[in-house]
């Protein structure tokens, strides 16, 4: 069972003792877990991130140019503002 207990709150300098508070609030939501439990959590957790990610990759690769296969480079990727 992983129990619903809030967050710590965290101090503005993000210190040792943040870390400290983290890891024991981890500790204690999944402490009764199973591993299947763990692993739909961990799954679940990496598909936001997976999405997230490939979010802000599309965003970045909307500003560079991508040169065709005939360039001397096949693989150059050049940022807008080098355009000529």
């Known amino acids: 069972m992983i129990h619903n207990i809030t967050k710590p709150k965290l101090s503005p300098n ?3 003792d943040d870390i400290h508070k983290i890891r024991e609030w981890n500790y204690e939501r999944l402490k009764d ?10 799954k679940e957790k990496m598909l936001y ?4 990610l490939h979010c802000v990759l599309d965003e970045a690769s909307n500003s560079y ?5 005939n360039s ?11 355009k000529t």
């Not at 991130?49 to 997230?52: L, T, V």
């Open 33 to 42: 877990s199973t591993i299947e439990e763990r692993e739909a959590e961990y």
């Open 65 to 69: 140019i991508h040169y065709p296969s």
């Open 49 to 52: 991130f997976a999405k997230r």
């Open 72 to 82: 001397q480079n096949d693989n150059a990727i050049v940022p807008d503002t080098q």
């Open 14 to 16: 993000f210190t040792i």
